[in-house]
């Protein structure tokens, strides 16, 4: 059984960092192409960032266009995590953010649909 824990969500101002953390459990976490994203109050679950599973040399990132420079991923394949580091960040970035991951996928983690197991999530709260 395949399960992800976030962590790392809190409350801070704009401009204040944050990292965020998920940690997977069961199955093969190196196959797994990993996403995250957020929901704000009111509002549709929205795609974050990708980060590819490596076949080749280097793992494949990609970002929204509202986060991107400003947010990165990695994975840690010793510790079974991925990370989303936060900076810069502003008030719109409040939202429930969620992990997910599809196992084997070879194209970008985009869409709900696409992700087949979620982590419960983590609260981030930006006060300008």
């Known amino acids: 059984q395949v399960q992800l824990v976030e962590s790392g969500g809190g409350l801070v101002q704009a401009g204040d960092s944050l990292r965020l953390s998920c940690v997977v459990s069961?199955?093969?976490?190196?196959?797994?192409?990993m996403g995250w994203f957020r929901q704000a109050p009111g509002k549709e679950r929205e795609f974050v960032a990708h980060?590819?599973?490596?076949?080749?040399?280097?793992?494949?990132?990609y970002y929204a266009d509202d986060v991107k420079g400003r947010f990165t991923v990695s994975r840690d394949l010793a510790k079974n995590t991925v990370y989303l580091q936060m900076n810069s960040l502003k008030p719109e970035d409040t939202a429930v953010y969620y992990c997910?991951?599809?196992?084997?996928?070879?194209?970008?983690?985009?869409?709900?649909?696409?992700?087949?197991?979620w982590g419960q999530g983590t609260q981030v709260t930006v006060s300008s």
């Open positions: 997910a991951a599809a196992p084997g996928r070879i194209g970008l983690l985009l869409r709900e649909s696409e992700a087949d197991y």
């Open positions: 069961g199955g093969t976490f190196s196959r797994y192409a």
């Open positions: 980060i590819s599973w490596r076949d080749t040399s280097t793992y494949y990132t």
